[in-house]
Protein backbone atom coordinates (compact mmCIF):
# COMPACT_ATOMS: atom_id res chain seq x y z
CA UNK A 1 0.00 0.00 0.00
CA UNK A 2 1.15 3.61 -0.98
CA UNK A 3 1.70 6.36 1.27
CA UNK A 4 -1.00 8.26 -0.44
CA UNK A 5 -2.98 4.92 0.27
CA UNK A 6 -2.71 4.91 3.70
CA UNK A 7 -3.60 8.79 3.88
CA UNK A 8 -6.86 8.08 2.22
CA UNK A 9 -7.99 5.26 4.44
CA UNK A 10 -7.17 7.65 7.96
CA UNK A 11 -9.59 9.86 6.36
CA UNK A 12 -12.13 7.47 5.72
CA UNK A 13 -11.67 6.13 9.02
CA UNK A 14 -12.09 9.64 10.28
CA UNK A 15 -15.26 10.45 8.48
CA UNK A 16 -16.68 6.88 9.58
CA UNK A 17 -15.93 7.76 13.39
CA UNK A 18 -17.91 11.66 12.95
CA UNK A 19 -20.73 9.98 11.25
CA UNK A 20 -21.09 7.48 14.26
CA UNK A 21 -20.67 10.27 16.87
CA UNK A 22 -22.96 12.33 15.20
CA UNK A 23 -25.90 9.33 14.65
CA UNK A 24 -25.50 8.47 18.42
CA UNK A 25 -25.80 12.01 19.37
CA UNK A 26 -29.11 12.33 17.40
CA UNK A 27 -30.37 8.96 18.89
CA UNK A 28 -29.73 10.02 22.22
CA UNK A 29 -31.05 13.49 21.83
CA UNK A 30 -34.21 12.74 19.44
CA UNK A 31 -37.15 14.57 19.78
CA UNK A 32 -40.24 12.92 20.94
CA UNK A 33 -43.36 13.85 18.21
CA UNK A 34 -45.57 11.56 20.19
CA UNK A 35 -48.48 12.63 22.13
CA UNK A 36 -47.39 10.29 24.86
CA UNK A 37 -47.32 11.52 28.48
CA UNK A 38 -43.59 10.78 29.51
CA UNK A 39 -42.83 8.00 32.31
CA UNK A 40 -39.79 7.68 34.28
CA UNK A 41 -38.97 11.85 34.12
CA UNK A 42 -39.19 11.60 30.61
CA UNK A 43 -40.55 14.64 29.17
CA UNK A 44 -43.61 14.80 27.45
CA UNK A 45 -44.49 14.09 23.47
CA UNK A 46 -44.50 17.74 21.33
CA UNK A 47 -48.01 16.93 20.30
CA UNK A 48 -48.60 16.79 24.12
CA UNK A 49 -48.45 20.75 24.30
CA UNK A 50 -49.22 21.64 20.74
CA UNK A 51 -52.57 19.70 21.94
CA UNK A 52 -52.88 22.00 25.13
CA UNK A 53 -52.00 25.56 23.15
CA UNK A 54 -54.57 24.68 20.22
CA UNK A 55 -57.10 24.22 22.57
CA UNK A 56 -55.99 27.85 24.18
CA UNK A 57 -56.09 29.41 21.30
CA UNK A 58 -59.50 27.53 20.46
CA UNK A 59 -61.03 29.08 23.80
CA UNK A 60 -59.22 32.99 22.77
CA UNK A 61 -61.04 32.17 19.65
CA UNK A 62 -64.34 31.97 20.85
CA UNK A 63 -63.92 34.98 23.14
CA UNK A 64 -62.41 37.04 20.10
CA UNK A 65 -65.08 36.02 17.97
CA UNK A 66 -67.86 37.08 20.10
CA UNK A 67 -65.99 40.45 20.88
CA UNK A 68 -66.04 40.72 17.16
CA UNK A 69 -69.34 40.30 16.73
CA UNK A 70 -70.28 42.69 19.18
CA UNK A 71 -68.06 45.48 17.57
CA UNK A 72 -69.85 44.41 14.14
CA UNK A 73 -73.10 44.86 15.50
CA UNK A 74 -71.77 48.13 17.02
CA UNK A 75 -70.35 49.19 13.86
CA UNK A 76 -73.60 49.01 11.58
CA UNK A 77 -75.81 50.38 13.84
CA UNK A 78 -73.24 53.07 13.83
CA UNK A 79 -73.59 53.46 10.23
CA UNK A 80 -77.40 53.17 10.20
CA UNK A 81 -78.21 55.83 13.12
CA UNK A 82 -81.10 55.30 14.63
CA UNK A 83 -84.68 55.76 13.25
CA UNK A 84 -86.83 56.80 11.66
CA UNK A 85 -84.60 59.28 9.32
CA UNK A 86 -81.40 58.03 10.48
CA UNK A 87 -79.58 61.38 10.81
CA UNK A 88 -77.19 60.35 13.06
CA UNK A 89 -75.60 57.64 11.26
CA UNK A 90 -72.54 57.71 9.24
CA UNK A 91 -73.86 57.74 6.25
CA UNK A 92 -75.95 61.31 7.00
CA UNK A 93 -72.69 62.71 8.17
CA UNK A 94 -70.84 61.49 5.26
CA UNK A 95 -73.43 63.22 3.25
CA UNK A 96 -72.90 65.98 5.60
CA UNK A 97 -69.20 66.42 4.86
CA UNK A 98 -69.59 65.72 1.37
CA UNK A 99 -71.85 68.86 0.99
CA UNK A 100 -69.46 71.35 2.94
CA UNK A 101 -66.54 70.20 0.77
CA UNK A 102 -68.86 70.97 -2.47
CA UNK A 103 -69.69 74.18 -1.10
CA UNK A 104 -65.96 74.91 -0.78
CA UNK A 105 -65.24 73.68 -4.07
CA UNK A 106 -68.62 75.35 -6.36
CA UNK A 107 -70.24 77.51 -3.79
CA UNK A 108 -73.56 75.61 -3.60
CA UNK A 109 -76.27 75.03 -6.39
CA UNK A 110 -76.09 79.24 -7.27
CA UNK A 111 -72.30 79.36 -6.76
CA UNK A 112 -72.34 82.27 -4.05
CA UNK A 113 -73.65 80.67 -1.22
CA UNK A 114 -71.79 82.04 1.96
CA UNK A 115 -68.96 79.34 3.10
CA UNK A 116 -68.67 78.22 6.91
CA UNK A 117 -65.76 77.23 8.37
CA UNK A 118 -64.93 74.73 11.96
CA UNK A 119 -64.83 76.49 14.71
CA UNK A 120 -61.62 75.63 17.22
CA UNK A 121 -61.41 76.48 20.77
CA UNK A 122 -58.32 77.46 22.61
CA UNK A 123 -56.56 74.34 22.18
CA UNK A 124 -57.19 74.45 18.10
CA UNK A 125 -59.78 71.29 18.64
CA UNK A 126 -62.60 71.38 16.81
CA UNK A 127 -65.71 72.28 18.82
CA UNK A 128 -68.88 69.90 18.50
CA UNK A 129 -72.29 71.06 17.61
CA UNK A 130 -74.69 68.83 19.90
CA UNK A 131 -77.56 70.16 18.21
CA UNK A 132 -76.29 68.30 14.88
CA UNK A 133 -75.60 64.99 16.39
CA UNK A 134 -71.85 66.42 17.56
CA UNK A 135 -70.56 66.92 14.14
CA UNK A 136 -67.91 70.08 14.05
CA UNK A 137 -69.67 73.02 15.23
CA UNK A 138 -69.52 75.85 11.37
CA UNK A 139 -69.39 79.53 11.89
CA UNK A 140 -68.96 82.08 8.54
CA UNK A 141 -65.55 81.85 7.02
CA UNK A 142 -63.61 85.16 6.34
CA UNK A 143 -60.07 86.16 5.46
CA UNK A 144 -57.54 86.95 7.99
CA UNK A 145 -58.16 90.54 7.45
CA UNK A 146 -56.56 92.61 10.70
CA UNK A 147 -58.58 95.94 12.22
CA UNK A 148 -62.06 94.57 11.14
CA UNK A 149 -61.19 94.53 7.50
CA UNK A 150 -61.74 90.51 7.31
CA UNK A 151 -63.73 89.68 4.31
CA UNK A 152 -66.14 86.77 3.21
CA UNK A 153 -64.21 83.75 1.59
CA UNK A 154 -65.80 82.79 -1.56
CA UNK A 155 -65.52 79.42 -3.28
CA UNK A 156 -62.49 77.46 -4.74
CA UNK A 157 -64.12 77.81 -8.69
CA UNK A 158 -64.56 81.30 -8.31
CA UNK A 159 -60.52 82.24 -7.03
CA UNK A 160 -59.68 79.79 -9.72
CA UNK A 161 -61.88 81.62 -12.31
CA UNK A 162 -60.50 84.87 -11.26
CA UNK A 163 -56.61 83.22 -11.20
CA UNK A 164 -57.77 82.20 -15.23
CA UNK A 165 -58.76 85.44 -15.96
CA UNK A 166 -55.85 87.29 -14.50
CA UNK A 167 -53.48 84.47 -16.15
CA UNK A 168 -55.22 85.31 -19.50
CA UNK A 169 -54.68 89.33 -18.93
CA UNK A 170 -51.02 88.89 -17.83
CA UNK A 171 -50.93 86.97 -21.23
CA UNK A 172 -52.39 89.69 -22.96
CA UNK A 173 -50.19 92.28 -21.45
CA UNK A 174 -46.79 90.30 -21.96
CA UNK A 175 -47.90 89.96 -25.72
CA UNK A 176 -49.03 93.80 -25.67
CA UNK A 177 -45.39 94.75 -24.11
CA UNK A 178 -43.06 92.13 -26.21
CA UNK A 179 -45.61 94.04 -29.34
CA UNK A 180 -44.26 97.34 -28.23
CA UNK A 181 -40.59 95.83 -26.98
CA UNK A 182 -40.30 94.94 -31.07
CA UNK A 183 -41.60 98.41 -32.22
CA UNK A 184 -39.22 100.33 -30.05
CA UNK A 185 -36.26 98.20 -31.32
CA UNK A 186 -37.46 99.13 -35.27
CA UNK A 187 -38.05 103.04 -34.02
CA UNK A 188 -34.24 102.99 -31.94
CA UNK A 189 -33.28 101.18 -35.29
CA UNK A 190 -34.32 104.11 -37.38
CA UNK A 191 -33.48 106.72 -34.64
CA UNK A 192 -30.00 105.36 -34.52
CA UNK A 193 -29.10 102.99 -37.40
CA UNK A 194 -26.66 104.09 -40.21
CA UNK A 195 -29.78 105.78 -42.34
CA UNK A 196 -31.38 106.36 -39.52
CA UNK A 197 -32.54 109.78 -38.46
CA UNK A 198 -29.94 111.07 -35.73
CA UNK A 199 -27.42 110.35 -38.58
CA UNK A 200 -29.03 112.09 -41.11
CA UNK A 201 -29.56 114.73 -38.34
CA UNK A 202 -26.28 114.90 -37.94
CA UNK A 203 -25.52 114.97 -42.18
CA UNK A 204 -28.02 117.63 -42.08
CA UNK A 205 -26.38 119.80 -39.04
CA UNK A 206 -23.23 119.38 -41.49
CA UNK A 207 -24.96 120.47 -44.49
CA UNK A 208 -26.10 123.63 -43.13
CA UNK A 209 -22.46 124.19 -41.44
CA UNK A 210 -20.86 123.73 -44.86
CA UNK A 211 -23.87 126.00 -46.65
CA UNK A 212 -23.03 128.94 -44.03
CA UNK A 213 -19.40 128.68 -44.78
CA UNK A 214 -20.28 128.64 -48.53
CA UNK A 215 -22.21 131.98 -47.53
CA UNK A 216 -19.79 133.42 -46.21
CA UNK A 217 -17.47 132.67 -49.05
CA UNK A 218 -20.24 133.57 -51.43
CA UNK A 219 -20.52 136.93 -49.56
CA UNK A 220 -18.31 139.41 -50.46
CA UNK A 221 -18.98 138.60 -54.15
CA UNK A 222 -22.95 139.14 -53.75
CA UNK A 223 -22.31 142.72 -51.76
CA UNK A 224 -20.03 142.96 -55.65
CA UNK A 225 -22.48 141.88 -57.28
CA UNK A 226 -25.03 144.12 -56.09
CA UNK A 227 -22.93 147.24 -56.22
CA UNK A 228 -21.94 146.26 -59.41
CA UNK A 229 -26.01 146.12 -60.34
CA UNK A 230 -26.44 149.72 -58.60
CA UNK A 231 -23.96 151.17 -60.67
CA UNK A 232 -25.49 149.51 -63.80
CA UNK A 233 -28.62 150.75 -62.59
CA UNK A 234 -27.41 154.40 -62.49
CA UNK A 235 -25.70 154.30 -65.69
CA UNK A 236 -28.85 153.08 -67.36
CA UNK A 237 -31.18 155.61 -66.47
CA UNK A 238 -28.35 158.55 -67.30
CA UNK A 239 -28.56 156.49 -70.79
CA UNK A 240 -32.02 156.59 -70.62
CA UNK A 241 -32.43 160.55 -69.69
CA UNK A 242 -29.68 161.49 -72.85
CA UNK A 243 -31.45 158.84 -75.33
CA UNK A 244 -34.63 161.18 -74.14
CA UNK A 245 -32.80 164.17 -74.99
CA UNK A 246 -31.53 163.22 -78.25
CA UNK A 247 -34.91 162.15 -79.31
CA UNK A 248 -36.42 166.19 -78.18
CA UNK A 249 -33.34 167.17 -80.12
CA UNK A 250 -34.15 165.33 -83.31
CA UNK A 251 -37.73 165.92 -83.08
CA UNK A 252 -36.95 169.66 -82.93
CA UNK A 253 -34.48 169.78 -85.53
CA UNK A 254 -37.08 167.74 -87.59
CA UNK A 255 -40.07 170.75 -86.95
CA UNK A 256 -37.24 173.47 -87.58
CA UNK A 257 -36.97 171.63 -90.83
CA UNK A 258 -40.53 171.98 -92.39
Do not use: C
Amino acid sequence: MTFLGKILVMINLVLSLLMMTWGLNLFAHRIDWSDQKGKDGAPDGELVARREKAKEMNLAIAGAEARWRDARANILALEEGTGPEFKDGRVATRAWYEKELQLLVNGGPAGNQPLRAIVFDDKQRATLDVNNFNRPKMAAATDRGTGGAAKPLRALASYNKEETDLLAQLTKEQMRLEDSIKEDIRLTDLLVGPKALQQRIIDERVKQENLLKEHDLVKPALINTYVDSELLLKRKRVLEARLAELKKAREAAIASRQ
